[in-house]
């Protein structure tokens, strides 16, 4: 993809606050055709600078009101698996639900994980039931959000 000009980076500014804004609205908003708007949309889509389109919902709106932190530390060698500790942890992340992002870090841990819950209780199984059962996970930390200062889904283009 070439290099993104203003008028990309402003269009990227307005989707991010409105991922629903017409061509019409972004061609008001930028000062170009909706026509030419649109072609400069595409070719973000296709460069792969928008990765997708999505609805945020509000975690509390539909009963997840606790959000933890985990930080993981993996087993580095499990004899129980041929697979490498790390990919099979990878892939079961897939498939929790919970888990809402996981970042591979450097340092002491191994893993971040950001986990939404309905309540402490959730948690619990979550934790007993699933991440300390796992074979791969050798510990965790957990931080639990008490307020969120700032949450934003926008980077800054």
């Known amino acids: 993809m070439d290099a993104l000009d203003k008028i990309d980076r402003h269009i990227l500014r307005t989707l991010?606050?409105?991922?629903?804004?017409?061509?019409?609205?972004?061609?008001?908003?930028?000062?170009l055709s909706a026509s030419a708007?649109?072609?400069?949309?595409?070719?973000?889509?296709?460069?792969?600078?928008?990765d997708r389109y999505v609805a945020l919902v509000k975690p509390q709106a539909v009963g997840l009101g606790l959000t933890a932190y985990l930080n993981v530390r993996l087993?580095?060698?499990?004899?129980?698996?041929?697979?490498?500790?790390?990919?099979?942890?990878?892939?079961?992340?897939?498939?929790?639900?919970?888990?809402?992002?996981?970042?591979?870090?450097?340092?002491?841990m191994d893993y971040l994980l950001r986990v939404v819950v309905a309540d402490m209780a959730h948690y619990s199984r979550f934790i007993m039931n699933t991440l300390l059962k796992h074979p791969s996970v050798q510990d965790c930390k957990t931080s639990f959000v008490l307020d969120l200062v700032k949450a934003t889904t926008a980077v800054p283009v």
């Open 16 to 31: 991010q606050a409105d991922g629903r804004a017409t061509y019409d609205q972004l061609a008001e908003e930028v000062g």
């Open 37 to 50: 708007v649109l072609r400069r949309v595409k070719r973000l889509e296709e460069g792969r600078v928008i």
């Open 75 to 108: 087993e580095k060698h499990t004899e129980s698996h041929k697979r490498n500790p790390m990919d099979v942890f990878r892939a079961s992340v897939q498939t929790w639900p919970e888990v809402v992002e996981c970042a591979a870090l450097t340092g002491d």
